[in-house]
């Protein structure tokens, strides 16, 4: 016969009158006067209901100024409040309301039942809801539904008002180096202002981006309390203020919710508004710097003179992906052309194969039809190579022509392409091409 036993949870011994380790959590979304006053209310308030009640002891009270309560990122207080809870240092966290805790219900319900696992109650005095009760997850899963679409119908409020003053002409960016906002209206900030004026000088002389950028920084001159680079530089050239305008929506925001911001191309309405405020920069200075900066483009890499480069530089494009082949080595003498995206990621990025650059360099002889590779000859006539990542490339050539070619990346390509050119007949034509 079985023999059942039974095994009980020994008892505990009772902790004696152990105080409950409390602490608050305060938050408001803006430095307004009046929001200032209630951060104040809150945490006075807290302070004092903790350290009135006898079986509670004080662990301090944590406080985000003017932070948005849409995401947890970026809240370091309620961060550190959180860490703090994990460490076993809190036994109860007490807060206004559930919209000062979280305004994202996702981010609210996967932070309170954290803390629940870790026994841990959260106490959200306006809705009266304790998490660590039975009906407590039920009530805040609501509630917090109510207060995640407040915070949508806020964001939505918002916007209508920043398009109404965009469509005003009333610009809400005052932070442009070269100008100081007095609280009215931008003025000239006669040192940088000296800055932006050699900026522009500089960069029509010819000097690259990165260049000014370097020479800048080499004689300790900040932009924004940083060091310069060529992505302020090309900020800095291609601003209309500076001309005195203001082109105003040129971001927007994709969500209220993660609140990232987009370059507005086209989803959104701009107003350029002309004479705003004192100019830095005389038009006609400004625009002669936008057609260089346009003839530099159109050159590409070529207008790089200090960049490694040969004539095969930002003229293979991979049909796979996009993007241009570079030049990478096996060895110091042995150099092939290959994808960016497979030089970067391998596989996961692209699939094409590469080409050795003397075999590149052969079959653009066949193509131009020349008994030594030139390349004056290859950039005069050719546009671009657009391969397909498996052997084949097309020659796109200035005049319009198209060739197409197989091209196999192997070894025993160089012989037969050698055997090939010594098939020529009399007049120069090769016989693939007959």
């Known amino acids: ?62 406080i985000d100024d003017g932070v948005s309560g849409t995401q947890i990122s970026g809240r370091t207080q309620f961060q550190e409040l959180i860490t703090k809870c994990e460490q076993g240092m809190i036994d109860i966290v007490l807060t206004k309301s559930i919209s000062r805790f979280a305004r994202n219900t996702v981010d609210l319900l996967e932070t309170v039942r954290r803390l629940k696992e870790l026994n841990i109650d959260v106490r959200f005095e306006k809705e009266n809801i304790e998490t660590i009760s039975s009906t407590g997850e039920f009530l805040l899963t609501v ?13 939505e409020n918002l916007r209508w008002g920043v398009r109404k003053r ?13 100008y100081r906002w007095t609280g009215k209206e931008l003025v000239i900030e006669p040192t940088t202002a000296k800055v932006v004026r ?27 309390g ?67 900066i346009d003839r530099r483009r ?29 030049r990478t080595y096996k ?29 590149l360099k052969i079959l653009s002889n066949f193509m131009l039809g020349l008994d030594e590779f030139d390349e004056q000859a290859f950039y005069k006539e050719v546009d671009h190579i657009s391969g397909d990542g498996e052997g084949s490339y097309t020659f796109h050539f200035r005049d319009g022509r198209q060739i197409n070619r197989f091209w196999p990346s192997r070894e025993k390509a160089y012989k037969a392409a050698i055997d090939r050119r010594r098939k020529t007949n009399d007049n120069g034509a090769h016989a693939w091409q007959r």
Request: aromatic share 10%.
């Open 1 to 62: 016969m079985k023999t059942v036993k039974l095994i009980q949870k020994p008892k505990q011994p009772a902790t004696k009158n152990r105080k409950k380790r409390v602490a608050a959590y305060a938050r408001v979304s803006t430095v307004h006067e009046r929001q200032e006053h209630s951060l104040e209310s809150q945490v006075d308030h807290y302070k004092r209901l903790i350290q009135a009640n006898p079986e509670w002891e004080y662990q301090g009270i944590y």
């Open 143 to 155: 509630l917090a539904s109510f207060a995640q679409e407040e915070s949508r119908s806020t964001s």
């Open 166 to 178: 965009y469509e005003k002409g009333i610009s809400l960016h005052h932070r442009v180096y070269g």
């Open 198 to 224: 050699k900026i522009f000088r500089d960069y029509l002389k010819g000097k690259s981006m990165k260049r000014i950028a370097d020479e800048l920084n080499n004689r300790s001159i900040p932009h924004f």
């Open 226 to 292: 940083k060091s310069f680079n060529d992505v302020a530089i090309h900020t800095i050239l291609h601003n209309e203020r500076y001309i005195g305008d203001t082109l105003l929506q040129k971001t927007y925001c994709v969500d209220f919710m993660s609140q990232p911001r987009k370059k507005n191309r086209g989803e959104h309405p701009m107003y350029y508004v002309e004479d705003t405020h004192p100019p830095i920069i005389k038009r006609e200075i400004f625009e002669a710097v936008s057609r260089e």
């Open 298 to 326: 159109g050159l590409g890499v070529y207008n790089m003179p200090k960049v490694s480069r040969r004539c095969f530089t930002g003229k293979i494009i991979c049909e796979k992906c996009g993007n241009n082949y570079i």
């Open 331 to 359: 060895t110091p003498t042995n150099a092939n052309w290959r994808c960016k995206s497979n030089r970067r990621d391998g596989i996961k990025g692209c699939r094409s194969i590469g080409i050795n650059e003397e075999q």
